[in-house]
């Protein structure tokens, strides 16, 4: 049974730090693309940040470059670490596994609530 659960999710002051993490099961994680994904009330779903396989390789959006970091084990979880957190980064983070390899396959957690507010 496939699963991602994410974890680390709150409520912070802007300017204020969070640690997530999504621990996987039921597949070979190392074989799997890791990202962060958010979704803010009314909004579509937004990739935040991936981190690759093998060589590591991070990728981030521009709203969040120099602020989160994305890493990854050799175990099962990735996490992001969010700092100098804004108000505007209030949504859902979601975990999402993804490989290519002639198939896709795609799996994604069921959210954390992050919520930056004063």
């Known amino acids: 049974q496939v699963q991602l659960v994410e974890s680390g999710g709150g409520l912070v002051q802007p300017g204020g730090s969070l640690r997530l993490s999504c621990t996987a099961s039921?597949?070979?994680?190392?074989?799997?693309?890791m990202s962060w994904y958010r979704q803010a009330p009314g909004k579509e779903r937004e990739l935040v940040a991936s981190?690759?396989?093998?060589?590591?390789?991070t990728d981030y959006a521009d709203s969040v470059k120099g602020r989160f970091t994305i890493s990854r084990d050799n175990a099962n979880t990735v996490y992001l670490q969010m700092n100098s957190l804004k108000p505007e980064d209030t949504a859902i983070y979601y975990c999402?596994?993804?490989?290519?390899?002639?198939?896709?396959?795609?799996?994604w957690g069921q959210g954390t609530q992050v919520t930056v507010s004063s």
């Open positions: 999402n596994a993804r490989r290519s390899s002639g198939a896709v396959w795609v799996y």
């Open positions: 039921g597949f070979t994680f190392t074989m799997y693309a």
């Open positions: 981190i690759t396989t093998v060589s590591g390789r």
